[in-house]
């Protein structure tokens, strides 16, 4: 009987969203909206095809064959950030992904749905990544000369920024993947030090 009452209750509730209006009810913050990418996919009837269907890109992050070296994952541990690697391993949905880009309102920074708007916080990330959002910020200057930067840290300074580029390796502090993979592709030495583990 339980079965059957959850079944209905939920048929119901697929009806009810039949019957829900899509835009918004007051335009009054939603300014942005015949502009949205959610306009033309409302004017369409059922039976015609969706306009400017977006693809969702996806770059695949691949660790070595055996997982990285558990010397360097205790610190990665240690730093709270052990969660980040769960990542590369979950799972795209792309229909969920496009459901949400449109149900995305900028003006608000929320999600808008027929039940209500929703937004992300800190604390969905920390427990869908476990990764730690407590204590204190992480700040510094942003003036710095980040090729000094990574030569000191890394131990390898990236090559100079190409102006007016898209192909530099480093802009402002974002650094391409590719080129810390291939810094770091060789397994740790054996007998490598704390310095160079940290």
């Known amino acids: 009987m339980i079965i059957a009452n959850n079944l209905l209750a939920a048929m119901l509730d697929m009806q009810a969203l039949d019957k829900?209006?899509?835009?918004?009810?007051?335009?009054?913050?939603?300014?942005?909206?015949?502009?949205?990418?959610?306009?033309?996919?409302?004017r369409c009837?059922?039976?015609?095809?969706?306009?400017?269907?977006?693809?969702?890109?996806?770059r695949k992050c691949v660790l070595p064959?055996?997982?990285?070296?558990?010397?360097?994952?205790?610190?990665?541990?240690?730093?709270?950030?052990?969660?980040?690697f769960k990542v590369p391993n979950m799972e795209v949905n792309q229909a969920l992904i496009m459901a949400l880009v449109e149900r995305w309102r900028p003006e608000t920074l929320t999600f808008h749905l027929p039940y209500g708007e929703m937004s992300i916080t800190l604390q969905d990330i920390e427990v869908m990544l476990g990764v730690s959002v407590g204590g204190l910020p992480i700040t510094g200057r942003k003036d710095m000369q980040?090729?000094?930067?990574?030569?000191e840290l890394l131990g390898h300074q990236p090559p100079p920024v190409i102006p007016n580029s898209n192909k530099?390796?480093?802009?402002?502090?974002?650094?391409?993947?590719?080129?810390?993979?291939?810094?770091?592709?060789?397994?740790?030495?054996?007998d490598a030090g704390d310095e160079v583990m940290q």
């Not at 009837?45 to 996806?58: F, L, N, S, W």
């Open 65 to 84: 064959q055996g997982g990285l070296d558990p010397r360097i994952m205790q610190y990665i541990d240690a730093a709270g950030l052990i969660g980040l």
């Open 20 to 42: 829900v209006h899509l835009g918004p009810d007051d335009r009054t913050q939603l300014t942005r909206q015949p502009d949205h990418r959610s306009t033309p996919l409302r």
């Open 168 to 190: 530099s390796t480093l802009t402002r502090a974002r650094i391409k993947y590719k080129w810390l993979d291939a810094q770091f592709a060789a397994p740790l030495a054996a």
């Open 45 to 58: 009837a059922a039976d015609e095809e969706v306009p400017g269907i977006m693809k969702v890109r996806r």
């Open 146 to 151: 980040w090729n000094v930067v990574c030569g």
